[in-house]
């Protein structure tokens, strides 16, 4: 027996890395090695509760896998906690009768109220804040770090509201992802929106490494969830809810991918139908780990043997930094807008062109129609 | 060439306008009632929904419990009330103070002009007492009013009693963005048009009142409620304010879908609602209630307490409990909830209600007309007007009109009304001398003789007329009239629609058809029978000299209601309907 654990022993150690020299180039070749996180919420207003508990639901995932408060960018357009509405003051609640308080007690916004804006957005993702900006307040990201990017608010076809008095558009938003790549302030990026009509706004994308997941295709709405009476707002929509109770399961060990966070919502429970965009994806979505962006896992194995890395790691090939490579530029102009159906003219059209015709011909006497046909 | 510019082409319009003008006229007409009366037809309204997206769906929670101990200090105020012979001030004061309130009091006193014979008050002198809950985190920059009456005798003791119980209530919650102001008004309309006054810091009535102690912030709605019963069968909306105005149409919405989430019977005009849209008796009494509605809106009087509000854009309805004979009662605690829902939606705003309709009609509780479709029968009313004007100016075009002489008889005109303005009120001490009458009537049978004296000018004045009427000069001054009547009553119909309206109906035909020797009808006839079909609609007809009596009840009403509240259909009828009807009168016995 003592020569069987002997066995398994030596057999467990033979599978960490048996030449440790030849696997650390695979070991530090992963892609990835810091996550960051963009939570917005872009809507204020008491009636507009579900949009600040989505983001602080999302928030505490995150948290909760592994990202610090220093890698997360919070930004929360109203104080639902301390309105004077709240019959709890300072809890959000994500579940009716009270079951759990998103708000909690280590909660940092670091952009509130009317800073959340489409500039301090934008700035934030490209990187160009002004010098007095705090370190809270940047993502300091670099080409190895993988970002998740989460927007909720109230949204048309193209477009996401912010605050009552302004819009993004799909369009710039593209751009700001394409002026990330071409600073090389991202490894790899996935973008979730829970809005109305949220697939128009990853429709215009066209950086590489760039996985979007919207909650509702163009021309349906995002519905909410479920409402509390004894707070008498609704609580949180359904899509970030279902997707909440999907993460509750994630740990930071756990090896889901992205093919299960398709899953998440399916048109019974969401009602509107979930969109995603992997095209732009370089890997296999398949391969990408839940934890590659909601959680900040560290790589680590525990080795008694010493590693003399004197020689250096032959796979790394010299990169000499240049313009970074994007998708072929015949790709990006011919992303068409998809197309519309033909609708035949109103009825309204043709009865506004048929008395016009009418009155033309009352006038001026039928002998004229034999010049125009 | 173009339509109107081609001149054969113009002259075959001008002939067809003058060929067709009265068949047109009278179609017009035609059409412009049978509009009206289509307006209560279910299929062409709308049903009512919920416009303002911070009050959302009914979704709250009710918890209010008290009901019973709201009916019990209903009744300690009643026993106080008698004791007091009046408005129990003290007892009051203490008892909000005992629930938490900032409590203040206001003095307030006014003479009418002439003695009320419907309230029977000439020498008014009152309290008014109002409690300020305040929002326990918020800034004290808005607010919201809950309001009582204090009437004498044994009416609406429930309602203060509700209001105190709401008060404990309240005052328990967290959740307040806005102060609550609760207030007991004494003498109903003058009590509360003193309380406006003094916290808006106006005075427009000419009333004596001591200013407030204590301020809540802007208002952003207020709730009167009338209660007389333990019990109720159904709760009834009043909306009709000063001057035909009427709330913001969500205020209506919110208390519906209220309703029909707890399950309450509601009213509008005091009548139910049927299913049968497509039955004749279905039809008819969609129509009742929207001509009873109609005839409030003109009369131009605020139908309860919360009529005063509107002038200040507060928007603001009665709720009155009705106990009738149903099987079916609802107690204090459910209205205690209604109202608990309803403040807490209303603590939701975050702006004023704008996002709904201001002007509107409502068939029924659950469909309105709105501006856009009610108006167009106006409009063909009005065109009749403009119609007649057209055909006057052409005919008119060969000998040029002189404008010169119809002055004369536009200045006479506006100064009978301006005396029918003006002597009622101020000879009813020379009246009362000379007559055998009490004031209140000298001051109606003045009102009427000055009118009579009006009628039979023409036949005094034309001797003073120089110019000597022409053949045409009668044109001249009815194509001034017609024109004026078409901008007087286009103005009215547009603050008020329903006085517009009724004003149109019965002036317009008359004054199209004018000429010197055809027979006509005066406005005062237009009074009289309005207050018949108004007596009518209400199920309770009235015989001819007991509506002898009513009409002129409502002629010294009128009277009342401009000198205490600011009313203006006395002074528009007075003023400009009154003169523009004797330029028609003019016209009749021109010779």
Same mark, same amino acid.
């Given at each position: 027996i003592i020569f069987y654990i002997f066995s398994t022993l030596y057999?467990?150690?033979?599978?960490?890395?048996?030449? =440790?020299?030849?696997?650390?180039?695979?070991?530090?070749?992963?892609?990835?090695?810091?996550?960051?996180?963009?939570?917005?919420?872009?809507?204020?207003?008491?009636?507009?509760?579900?949009?600040?508990?989505?983001?602080?639901?999302?928030?505490?995932?995150?948290?909760?896998?592994?990202? =610090?408060?220093?890698?997360?960018?919070?930004?929360?357009?109203?104080?639902?906690?301390?309105?004077?509405?709240?019959?709890? =003051?300072?809890?959000?609640?994500?579940?009716?009768?009270?079951?759990?308080?998103?708000?909690?007690?280590?909660?940092?916004?670091?952009?509130?109220?009317?800073?959340?804006?489409?500039?301090?957005?934008?700035?934030?993702?490209?990187?160009?804040?002004?010098?007095?900006?705090?370190?809270?307040?940047?993502?300091?990201?670099?080409?190895?770090?993988?970002?998740?990017?989460?927007?909720?608010?109230h949204g048309g076809n193209g477009f996401l509201k912010f605050q009552d008095s302004e819009e993004i558009s799909n369009v710039e938003l593209a751009d700001a992802f394409e002026q990330m790549w071409q600073k090389r302030r991202y490894n790899e990026l996935l973008f979730i929106i829970d809005t109305c009509q949220g697939a128009s706004m990853y429709e215009r994308f066209y950086s590489p490494n760039l996985m979007a997941l919207a909650s509702s295709q163009v021309g349906e709405d995002s519905l909410s969830h479920q409402p509390d009476l004894a707070i008498g707002v609704h609580l949180m929509d359904r899509y970030t809810f279902y997707l909440l109770e999907f993460l509750e399961d994630i740990h930071p060990s756990s090896k889901a991918n992205m093919n299960d966070l398709f899953k998440v919502c399916p048109k019974s429970q969401c009602v509107s139908t979930p969109g995603h965009r992997t095209d732009l994806f370089l890997r296999d979505p398949g391969s990408a780990l839940i934890t590659d962006f909601f959680g900040s896992v560290r790589k680590v194995e525990i080795t008694m043997e010493t590693i003399n890395l004197t020689e250096p790691i032959q796979q790394r090939q010299k990169e000499t930094y240049s313009y970074v490579d994007q998708l072929p530029v015949s790709e990006i102009i011919h992303q068409k807008p998809k197309q519309k159906d033909w609708h035949p003219p109103d009825g309204f059209i043709l009865g506004l062109w048929t008395l016009i015709l009418l009155v033309f011909f009352k006038t001026y006497g039928m002998k004229h129609l034999k010049h125009i046909f | 060439?173009?339509?109107?510019?081609?001149?054969?082409?113009?002259?075959?319009?001008?002939?067809?306008?003058?060929?067709?003008?009265?068949?047109?006229?009278?179609?017009?007409?035609?059409?412009?009632?049978?509009?009206?009366?289509?307006?209560?037809?279910?299929?062409?309204?709308?049903?009512?929904?919920?416009?303002?997206?911070?009050?959302?769906?009914?979704?709250?929670?009710?918890?209010?419990?008290?009901?019973?101990?709201? #009916?019990?200090?209903?009744?300690?105020? $009643?026993?106080?009330?008698?004791?007091?012979?009046?408005?129990?001030?003290?007892?009051?004061?203490?008892?909000?103070?005992?629930?938490?309130?900032?409590?203040?009091?206001?003095?307030?006193?006014?003479?009418?002009?002439?003695?009320?014979?419907?309230?029977?008050?000439?020498?008014?002198?009152?309290?008014?007492?109002?409690?300020?809950?305040?929002?326990?985190?918020?800034?004290?920059?808005?607010?919201?009013?809950?309001?009582?009456?204090?009437?004498?005798?044994?009416?609406?003791?429930?309602?203060? /009693?509700?209001?105190?119980?709401?008060?404990?209530?309240?005052?328990?919650?967290?959740?307040?963005?806005?102060?609550?102001?609760?207030?007991?008004?004494?003498?109903?309309?003058?009590?509360?048009?003193?309380?406006?006054?003094?916290?808006?810091?106006?005075?427009?009535?000419?009333?004596?009142?001591?200013?407030?102690?204590?301020?809540?912030?802007?208002?952003?709605?207020?709730?009167?409620?009338?209660?007389? $019963?333990?019990?109720?069968?159904?709760?009834?909306?009043? #909306?009709?304010? #000063?001057?035909?105005?009427?709330?913001?149409?969500?205020?209506?919405?919110?208390?519906?879908?209220?309703?029909?989430?707890?399950?309450?019977?509601?009213?509008?005009?005091?009548?139910?609602?049927?299913?049968?849209?497509?039955?004749?008796?279905?039809?008819?009494?969609?129509?009742?209630?929207?001509?009873?509605?109609?005839m409030k809106q003109a009369s131009g009087r605020p139908w309860g307490d919360h009529g005063l509000f509107l002038r200040y854009h507060i928007e603001a309805a009665t709720i009155k409990g009705i106990n009738s004979f149903r099987q079916y009662k609802t107690?204090?605690?459910?209205?205690?909830?209604?109202?608990?829902?309803?403040?807490?939606?209303?603590?939701?705003?975050?702006?004023?209600? @704008?996002?709904?309709?201001?002007?509107?009609?409502?068939?029924? #509780? $659950? @469909?309105?007309?709105?501006?856009?479709?009610?108006?167009?029968?106006?409009?063909?009313?009005?065109?009749?007007?403009?119609?007649?004007?057209?055909?006057?100016?052409?005919?008119?075009?060969?000998?040029?009109? /002189?404008?010169?002489?119809?002055?004369?008889?536009?200045?006479? $005109?506006?100064?009978?009304?301006?005396?029918?303005?003006?002597?009622?009120?101020?000879?009813q001490e020379i009246a009362v001398e000379h007559f055998p009458v009490s004031e209140t009537e000298a001051v109606v049978l003045t009102a009427i003789a000055v009118y009579t004296a009006g009628l039979a000018l023409p036949h005094n004045t034309h001797r003073l007329l120089t110019g000597r009427g022409t053949e045409n000069g009668w044109k001249v001054l009815k194509l001034v009239a017609v024109l004026y009547l078409a901008v007087l009553l286009g103005c009215t119909a547009l603050i008020n629609f329903s006085l517009g309206f009724i004003l149109a109906l019965t002036l317009v035909p008359v004054a199209a058809f004018v000429t010197p020797d055809l027979c006509s009808a005066t406005p005062a006839c237009t009074l009289l029978f309005s207050v018949f079909l108004f007596q009518e609609l209400q199920e309770m007809p009235v015989s001819f000299l007991d509506g002898w009596m009513l009409y002129l009840s409502v002629i010294s009403q009128g009277i009342l209601d401009h000198a205490l509240y600011g009313s203006l259909v006395y002074p528009l009828v007075a003023l400009l309907v009154y003169p523009c009807w004797l330029l028609f009168w003019n016209i009749l016995f021109w010779k």
């Open positions: 057999f467990q150690l033979s599978f960490s890395p048996l030449v =440790p020299q030849e696997n650390a180039g695979q070991f530090f070749s992963s892609g990835h090695t810091n996550n960051w996180a963009v939570l917005v919420c872009t809507s204020r207003f008491w009636f507009n509760y579900r949009h600040v508990a989505n983001t602080l639901s999302v928030y505490r995932s995150v948290k909760r896998l592994g990202i =610090p408060d220093s890698h997360i960018v919070l930004m929360l357009a109203d104080d639902m906690a301390c309105n004077h509405r709240n019959p709890k =003051p300072a809890t959000v609640f994500s579940h009716k009768n009270m079951e759990l308080n998103v708000y909690g007690d280590d909660v940092e916004v670091d952009y509130r109220g009317y800073e959340v804006t489409v500039e301090n957005f934008l700035r934030v993702l490209t990187g160009r804040l002004p010098p007095s900006t705090p370190r809270s307040k940047r993502l300091l990201s670099d080409d190895r770090s993988n970002i998740l990017i989460y927007l909720t608010g | 060439m173009g339509l109107l510019s081609d001149p054969n082409r113009r002259r075959a319009l001008i002939s067809l306008l003058t060929r067709l003008n009265a068949p047109i006229c009278v179609v017009c007409y035609m059409a412009g009632v049978a509009w009206f009366m289509g307006l209560a037809f279910e299929p062409f309204t709308l049903r009512t929904y919920m416009s303002e997206n911070a009050m959302g769906s009914t979704m709250v929670e009710e918890r209010f419990p008290a009901g019973e101990r709201a #009916l019990g200090t209903g009744r300690e105020f $009643s026993a106080h009330k008698k004791k007091a012979g009046g408005m129990p001030v003290d007892w009051l004061v203490k008892t909000m103070q005992s629930r938490g309130l900032e409590v203040f009091t206001q003095r307030f006193s006014r003479r009418l002009p002439f003695p009320d014979e419907d309230k029977e008050r000439y020498m008014v002198k009152g309290t008014n007492v109002y409690g300020i809950l305040r929002a326990p985190r918020a800034p004290r920059t808005e607010a919201l009013v809950l309001s009582a009456p204090c009437s004498p005798g044994d009416d609406n003791n429930q309602a203060v /009693g509700v209001l105190l119980g709401l008060a404990q209530y309240f005052r328990n919650q967290v959740f307040w963005a806005k102060d609550i102001i609760f207030l007991v008004n004494e003498h109903d309309l003058i009590g509360m048009q003193a309380w406006l006054e003094g916290y808006h810091h106006t005075n427009t009535t000419g009333m004596d009142w001591s200013p407030l102690q204590g301020r809540g912030g802007s208002i952003q709605a207020a709730l009167s409620l009338e209660l007389s $019963s333990d019990v109720v069968t159904s709760l009834d909306l009043v #909306l009709e304010g #000063l001057n035909g105005q009427l709330p913001n149409l969500d205020l209506a919405n919110l208390f519906y879908a209220f309703c029909q989430k707890i399950g309450v019977l509601c009213t509008t005009q005091g009548k139910l609602q049927r299913n049968d849209w497509d039955s004749v008796s279905g039809y008819s009494h969609a129509v009742q209630t929207m001509m009873l509605m109609v107690d204090a605690t459910t209205i205690g909830r209604l109202l608990e829902g309803m403040y807490r939606k209303l603590n939701n705003l975050l702006e004023r209600l @704008h996002q709904s309709y201001f002007f509107y009609l409502m068939p029924s #509780l $659950s @469909h309105f007309v709105s501006i856009g479709y009610y108006m167009p029968a106006f409009g063909l009313l009005a065109l009749i007007l403009l119609l007649r004007a057209l055909d006057l100016w052409i005919q008119l075009a060969t000998p040029p009109p /002189g404008v010169l002489s119809v002055l004369t008889p536009l200045v006479i $005109s506006h100064l009978t009304g301006v005396a029918l303005y003006t002597l009622p009120i101020h000879f």
